[in-house]
């Protein structure tokens, strides 16, 4: 059985200040939630103030990025060190933002994962098509590519540490949403990658998020497909409330 998880990536949001009350506000709704793995990814300097708030709840720390370096000289960069040592138990890695904005190849985010894996974080890999590569029927082929150049260095006994997330670009930040049934199909394709690497079992054990616009509306009918077993939640994870909906999206309103 795959235990639902659900990742708020806060993004380039919430200063120190800004992130207290929010994570306090959280642990009142969440903290002691059981159904649902919860996890934060706020920005690199709430982290600590993240940790110190959470511990004895049952909510757990990402971060949004690592360098696959060890230590050194480059700067402005965290290492998977810093973030094991910090408290973090997730790493958010590949996201299109990166991939995008700051050219990260998937040649990267592949030595990314193995240095996340190194120091005991578990990553949660992003993968999805653009717009114009869905329209022009590509979506697969996107996302074969950048989920096989993962599977160049994941051996197959550190499948069951690592999350997928499929996270279809046109549905970041626009309010739109694939349909439930659309996120489910490129899941189970995903799966099958991994059926296909690594043998039914560890696919069936392996966790898959939705990413794109979820919100405490759509949760539920995602939820409800048979592929998804969580989601990568941007917006609607600023707000404790809507955040804490999405959580406990089995529950009765
Ligand atoms: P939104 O939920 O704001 O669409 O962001 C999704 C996302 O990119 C999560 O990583």
């Known amino acids: ?20 009350p929010l994570i306090k506000e959280l642990i009142n709704l969440v903290g002691t ?8 990814c706020p920005p690199f300097t709430s982290l600590w103030v993240a940790r110190e708030l959470i511990q004895d709840t049952n909510i757990l720390l990402g971060a949004q990025n690592l360098y696959f370096q060890k230590e050194g000289a480059y700067t402005g960069e965290i290492s998977a060190r810093m973030l094991q040592n910090i408290g973090c138990s997730y790493v958010i890695l590949g996201h299109s933002e990166r991939r ?10 592949a030595q990314k ?22 329209e022009a029927g590509k979506a697969q082929d996107i ?20 999350v997928f997330a499929y996270e279809p670009i046109w549905a970041i930040g626009t309010g739109k949403a ?19 690497k690594y043998g039914e079992r ?33 917006g609607a994870s600023l707000q404790a409330e809507s955040f804490a909906r999405i959580v406990k999206f089995k529950e009765k309103e």
């Open 1 to 20: 059985m795959r235990k639902p998880l659900m990742a708020g990536n806060w993004k380039m949001n919430k200063t120190l200040t800004e992130s207290i």
């Open 33 to 40: 939630y059981q159904d649902t793995e919860t996890v934060i």
């Open 100 to 109: 995008g904005y700051f050219q990260e190849s998937s040649a990267e985010v």
């Open 113 to 134: 994962v193995q240095e996340a894996l190194i120091f005991n974080l578990k990553p949660i890999i992003c993968v999805g098509e653009k717009l114009r590569e869905r």
């Open 143 to 162: 996302v074969r590519e950048e989920t096989e150049a993962i599977f160049t260095v994941l051996k197959p006994a550190e499948v069951d540490r690592v």
């Open 178 to 196: 694939a349909t439930p049934r659309d996120a489910n199909e490129m899941i189970q394709y995903l799966r099958s990658l991994l059926v296909h």
């Open 202 to 234: 560890v696919a069936e054990d392996t966790r898959i998020l939705y990413g794109g616009s979820v919100n405490p509306e759509n949760i539920k009918a995602l939820m409800a497909e048979s592929d998804i077993d969580g989601a990568l939640v941007g």
